[in-house]
């Protein structure tokens, strides 16, 4: 079965550091094109972040250039979102998705994890 | 950014109905629109791609027409199961980001 579950989520301050990580399963892992997209709550989605198959492009949403990082370990089977300088506004149930086509960047999303929850709260 | 608008924000209708929501790019798009269905507490669904390629294991009620800027998603027979969350998105950005409509959210009347 094909399946992603993501991991990390928690309650952090202003300022602090997280990463999140992805598990992926039931398929070729560096054959795909990665996403994190998130959803605050009651809200509507937005995508966070890409990186290409082979982990040699990345890309970013304004929200969050420079303060978020995007990686892979395809060794791992392991997509990872490192978050630091983190906002009350960066508040959103995380979700990382894999993209449709095979060794493709420009595709649309056809595997979602269930989501983790980060809130940022002092 | 580009940006996707959808219509309407949210709708009424009775199993049955055939149902039909609309995305607007603010600029075109050519076909890299992609249509996801999420329900309260789990996560979107892909229903539809290339604006009118059925996901496998999608039901054929559902289906995408439109390029450019103008994009539709019909479900010609509503069924219970069909009461959801609907959000377009584009993927014709490059670099990204790839953004997502507002939602229409589609109610039982």
């Known amino acids: 079965e094909v399946q992603l579950v993501e991991s990390g989520g928690v309650v952090v301050q202003p300022g602090g550091s997280l990463r999140l990580s992805c598990a992926a399963s039931g398929f070729t892992f560096d054959d795909y094109a990665m996403h994190w997209v998130r959803q605050a709550p009651g809200k509507g989605l937005e995508w966070v972040s890409l990186i290409s198959w082979d982990g040699g492009s990345t890309y970013y949403a304004d929200s969050v250039k420079g303060r978020f990082t995007i990686s892979r370990d395809n060794s791992k089977n392991s997509l990872y979102l490192q978050m630091n300088s983190l906002r009350a506004e960066d508040t959103a149930l995380y979700y990382c998705?894999?993209?449709?086509?095979?060794?493709?960047?420009?595709?649309?999303?056809?595997?979602w994890g269930q989501g983790t929850m980060v809130t940022v709260s002092s | 950014a580009i940006r996707m608008t959808q219509s309407p924000s949210s709708l009424s209708a009775s199993t049955g109905d055939r149902v039909t929501i609309t995305c607007r790019a603010s600029q075109g798009i050519s076909s890299y629109l992609a249509w996801y269905q999420q329900k309260p507490g789990k996560a979107p669904k892909l229903l539809i791609y290339a604006a009118s390629t059925l996901q496998s294991g999608v039901p054929s009620r559902f289906s995408g027409s439109g390029s450019g800027t103008d994009f539709t998603l019909t479900i010609s027979c509503l069924q219970s199961e069909d009461f959801a969350t609907y959000y377009c998105?584009?993927?014709?950005?490059?670099?990204?980001?790839?953004?997502f409509g507002q939602g229409t959210k589609v109610e039982i009347k």
């Open positions: 998705a894999k993209g449709v086509r095979e060794m493709a960047t420009i595709t649309a999303f056809d595997i």
């Open positions: 998105q584009q993927y014709y950005s490059y670099p990204p980001p790839w953004t």
